[in-house]
């Protein structure tokens, strides 16, 4: 079943830092507020919007062990499965992944940089397949990420408020206006005796537009921010073989 959007943070609560205050810019967070209940909607149905979306197209990079990896395909949040072409100063792959196992091919990107189709089984014996472990790499944490933006139901918006859910500013992509929220930094509820919050106290941050559509997100591994960014088009669906479930 799906995870909450504050639960979403402990798969990298093992190498997150929270002392950073600095943006992904350099600048510093302009004052942080509490979501208005109208805010704690739109950011409740965040997720549920790319379930329904089925795959969304998405590109990021990350450190890993000192390589920048650059990060190119879908993910689809209806078979929770993801689908990239990985490129940097190595010989380029693809990257394909589940909740529970990562697999990596040698491959070329096609011509508009994403991961060749059809997609790959687990079980192709070119695909180098491991555990996916959040704890232990930065490109794990960034796909566990990645794939718990969605779930099959929205986040409840009264507890998004009680866990101290912020709104940050306001924002546009491609000349769209969007909201940027930092999620809860757990699930507890706070009360008078809470520590207060600012716009670094969450690792996650998330861009919403006007429709409840997700367009962007950053999640703060070890000592940097990672940004992923989504696109409005709708993405390729990705389905396993027959018989193979994720």
Same mark, same amino acid.
């Given at each position: 079943?799906?995870?909450?959007?504050?639960?979403?943070?402990?798969?990298?609560?093992?190498?997150?830092?929270?002392?950073?205050?600095?943006?992904? $810019?350099?600048?510093?967070?302009?004052?942080?507020?509490?979501?208005?209940?109208?805010?704690?909607?739109?950011?409740?149905?965040?997720?549920?919007?790319?379930?329904?979306?089925?795959?969304?197209?998405?590109?990021?990079?990350?450190?890993?062990?000192?390589?920048?990896?650059?990060?190119?395909?879908?993910?689809?949040?209806?078979?929770?499965?993801?689908?990239?072409?990985?490129?940097?100063?190595?010989?380029?792959?693809?990257?394909?992944?589940?909740?529970?196992?990562?697999?990596?091919?040698?491959?070329?990107?096609?011509?508009?940089?994403?991961?060749?189709?059809?997609?790959?089984?687990?079980? $192709?014996?070119?695909?180098?397949?491991?555990?996916?472990?959040?704890?232990?790499? #930065?490109?794990?944490?960034?796909?566990?990420?990645?794939?718990?933006?969605?779930?099959?139901?929205?986040?409840?918006?009264?507890?998004?408020?009680?866990?101290?859910?912020?709104?940050?500013?306001?924002?546009?992509?491609?000349?769209?206006?969007?909201?940027?929220?930092?999620?809860?930094?757990?699930?507890?509820? #706070?009360?008078?005796?809470?520590?207060?919050?600012?716009?670094?106290?969450?690792?996650?941050?998330?861009?919403?537009?006007?429709?409840?559509?997700?367009?962007?997100?950053?999640? #703060?591994?070890?000592?940097?921010?990672?940004?992923?960014?989504?696109?409005?088009?709708?993405?390729?669906?990705?389905?396993?073989?027959?018989?193979?479930?994720?």
């Amino acid at each position: 079943m799906s995870r909450t959007l504050t639960a979403l943070l402990a798969v990298v609560l093992s190498i997150a830092l929270t002392g950073c205050t600095a943006q992904p $810019d350099g600048s510093h967070p302009a004052a942080a507020r509490p979501v208005t209940s109208e805010e704690a909607q739109l950011l409740a149905i965040a997720r549920f919007n790319n379930f329904d979306a089925g795959s969304r197209p998405f590109t990021t990079r990350v450190q890993e062990r000192g390589v920048e990896l650059h990060l190119q395909g879908w993910v689809d949040y209806t078979t929770q499965l993801g689908y990239a072409a990985t490129t940097g100063a190595f010989a380029a792959q693809a990257l394909l992944w589940t909740n529970s196992e990562v697999g990596i091919i040698s491959q070329e990107p096609d011509a508009a940089g994403d991961p060749v189709l059809p997609m790959p089984s687990l079980t $192709d014996p070119a695909v180098s397949l491991d555990a996916l472990d959040p704890s232990s790499s #930065r490109l794990d944490a960034l796909l566990s990420i990645i794939s718990g933006l969605g779930s099959d139901r929205p986040d409840n918006p009264l507890l998004l408020q009680q866990a101290g859910a912020l709104w940050l500013r306001a924002d546009k992509i491609n000349g769209s206006p969007v909201s940027v929220f930092a999620a809860p930094p757990n699930d507890s509820p #706070r009360d008078a005796s809470s520590p207060p919050l600012n716009a670094d106290t969450s690792s996650l941050r998330l861009w919403v537009d006007t429709h409840g559509l997700l367009r962007r997100a950053e999640t #703060r591994i070890g000592n940097d921010w990672t940004t992923i960014n989504f696109s409005e088009k709708p993405g390729q669906a990705l389905a396993l073989p027959a018989g193979v479930t994720p």
